[in-house]
């Protein structure tokens, strides 16, 4: 592939679905995908165009890995599957590069110098450590397979280049190393506990983005005082909520996942190994390809990656830069180094799948990391309640039924109050299993005050019933007259304008879901009768307009290209040597013509072509001063003379 008709054929040829991801990768402008415009594409020769222009073959060039770059500079003598990656970027076949390619690749100066450095920067061989990232760099590479066309010399790609995977300068001490574990596991339940919190207001609705993208800084303080943690912190843990797929984002109010609502009530070691896994899979391939050929050593990831992508400087650095802040948070990573834990979470599966003894083991070394879970928790005569350490997920879950959380952490502060015993009585719980799940976690025993609370308030739950109105309009709400007098004389149920009917009856022309919310948010203990519960769930939050991903937006396109291919079935080099000459024609520019004669002989004219029909171009010939008329199915090329 040589030229931009054949690319045309090529791109025509690909399957949909091929094509989409092409279009995608090759990161197009927005002006180019568009239905209308100068720069839309509307068919296969705009399309291989616009691939061929200098500015997108520097994109796509500025992604391959060094070992293709390489290749591309000599196809003839590369290696087997070296020049992959380029040939998925329709960069080149599988013999040549494409001519725009090989046109940039000599001017872009920055690449030659690059891919003449030598081996990979700061980096050692002879250590265990290495071995192992080196074998497990190989074993990634060969998963992905074709996936990961756009990944760098793994190990073995460095040692061809005259490197290899190592450490620089790992610690080796075992009380550094004894100490880096301790704070890697410290960081990383302090996360967890933040990614719980702030999953678990995602789950109550609390979490939305604004139309313009984000969340408001109210709301992001808000998470911040809920999660315990800075509010510089809350976007970067609900975007690694978002890779873990323990969140969806498609509402404009977001909700958990039930990846995400299983992660809740799991053990705190699976907690981990879960995250780290979902995590790392999530990673851009080009990005855990440079984290594999780090192995150990996370302090030069940013060199790493500038030699493995010689033309990445511009993307993925940042990508980098924020892989390695993840691994901190994570406890993977401590002073530039993975520990043994976090090398060891590293080469799990995401699923607890495959050798199951072999992630039984790496979960049990993981706990052994984590903070010891305790059993019990201290109930205060001043309606606390203090975890002494974590609490298993399962126990925490069920304390949370019958108090809030104020103050999260490793010795988390929960609080009872009339508000959560009410929550829990209007959730089914009854006055028994309340005390119940206090007393079983209750270290020494349950204090009077909570005793009275509990009572107090599941002697009043529901005492108010909220029903509709004989003939279904307005609202009747029963109760004691004690209470019914206190709703009666409410400033902020004045406007209800109440009628009572009796004692222990009041009504209002309101519809009942109004009058039940605002006793509700005043604190009454109303509930609505049985009778009068709508069985119809609760109306689906507002859908934000679908956002205009790359991949729809590829999707659209080559949708529209299939359509303007079934208008016409001439040989795509046919069609480009007509589109060549409309242009000319638009242009009003001569034309070099080669005609193939009846005689097997070609012979060139110059035209400024005027017209094209019935499979015939009209032009005048500058060179004879005279019309000619050429038949299109024998003219061989089009050159431009402007």
């Known amino acids: 592939m040589t030229t931009a008709a054949d690319l045309a054929a090529r791109l025509r040829a690909m ?66 599957g070296d020049l992959e990656p380029a040939v998925a970027l329709v960069l080149a076949d599988e013999h040549e590069a494409d001519d725009a390619v090989a046109a940039r690749l000599a001017a872009r100066t920055d690449l030659q110098r690059a891919l003449a450095a030598g081996p990979a920067p700061s980096l050692q061989s002879g250590s ?70 702030l999953l678990r207001q995602v789950d109550d609705g609390a979490v939305h983005e604004l139309a313009k993208g984000g969340i408001g800084a109210p709301l992001a303080r808000a998470l911040s005082a809920a999660a315990g943690t800075e509010q510089g912190q809350v976007a970067p843990l609900l975007q690694l909520l978002t890779m873990v797929d323990a969140v969806d984002t498609g509402e404009q109010v977001w909700t958990a996942t039930e990846t995400g609502r299983a992660w809740l009530v799991t053990d705190w070691a699976e907690r981990w190994a879960e995250l780290v ?218 406007h209800f304008t109440w009628d009572r009917r009796a004692l222990t009856v009041l009504v209002t022309r309101y519809p009942l879901d109004v009058v039940a919310a605002e006793l509700e948010r005043q604190r009454y203990p109303a509930v609505v009768a049985a009778g009068a519960r709508e069985s119809r769930s609760t109306a689906p939050s507002p859908r934000r307009p679908a956002a205009r991903t790359p991949e729809t937006q590829a999707r659209d396109l080559v949708d529209r290209l299939r359509v303007a291919t079934e208008r016409g079935d001439r040989e795509p080099e046919q069609e480009w040597l007509g589109r060549q000459i409309d242009l000319a024609i638009r242009g009003k520019v001569p034309i070099r013509v080669i005609v193939r004669m009846p005689d097997g002989t070609e012979a060139p004219f110059t035209i400024v072509p005027t017209s094209v029909a019935a499979g015939r171009v009209r032009g005048r010939d500058t060179h004879a001063d005279v019309e000619r008329t050429l038949p299109l199915s024998l003219v061989v090329t089009v050159e431009s003379e402007a």
Request: aromatic share 4%; glycine share 10%.
């Open 128 to 197: 265990s450590a290495s071995a192992a990232a080196a074998a497990t760099a190989a074993a990634a590479a060969d998963a992905t397979g074709p996936a990961d066309a756009t990944g760098p010399d793994d190990a073995t790609g460095a040692s061809r280049s005259g490197g290899t995977a190592g450490v620089t300068g790992a610690p080796t001490d075992p009380d550094t190393l004894t100490r880096a574990r301790g704070i890697a596991a410290e960081r990383a339940f302090t996360t967890m506990t933040a990614l719980a919190e």
């Open 277 to 494: 896994a979902r995590w790392r899979n999530a990673l851009p391939d080009p990005v855990r390809s440079v984290l594999a050929l780090a192995a150990d050593d996370w302090d030069h990831v940013a060199e790493l990656g500038r030699w493995a992508y010689p033309g990445g400087a511009d993307w993925l650095d940042a990508d980098l830069a924020a892989a390695a802040d993840a691994a901190e948070q994570l406890g993977l990573v401590v002073d530039g180094h993975t520990t043994s834990t976090g090398r060891t979470l590293l080469a799990l599966p995401e699923h607890p799948g495959g050798d199951v003894p072999d992630r039984d083991a790496a979960v049990a070394v993981a706990r052994a990391d984590l903070p010891p879970i305790v059993d019990s928790v201290y109930l205060q005569h001043d309606l606390t309640v203090i975890a002494p350490g974590p609490l298993a997920p399962a126990d925490d879950d069920r304390l949370r039924a019958v108090a809030d959380v104020e103050a999260p952490g490793l010795a988390t502060r929960y609080r009872i109050s009339e508000d959560s015993i009410r929550r829990a009585l209007l959730g089914g719980r009854g006055r028994e299993e309340i005390l119940g799940i206090l007393g079983d976690l209750s270290a020494t025993g349950l204090p009077q005050p909570v005793t009275y609370l509990v009572d107090q308030v599941a002697a009043r739950a529901g005492s108010i019933v909220v029903d509709r109105d004989t003939g279904g309009i307005g609202t009747v709400v029963r109760g004691p007259a004690d209470q019914l007098d206190l709703i009666g004389v409410d400033a902020e149920l004045r």
């Open 15 to 80: 399957p949909s679905d091929q094509l989409v991801e092409l279009v995608t990768r090759r990161r197009l402008p927005g002006g180019a995908l568009a239905v209308n415009g100068p720069a839309a594409i509307t068919d296969f020769f705009d399309l291989a165009d616009a691939l061929r222009t200098p500015e997108s073959v520097d994109r796509a060039l500025d992604r391959l890995p060094r070992r293709a770059l390489e290749a591309l500079l000599d196809p003839a003598t590369a290696a087997p």
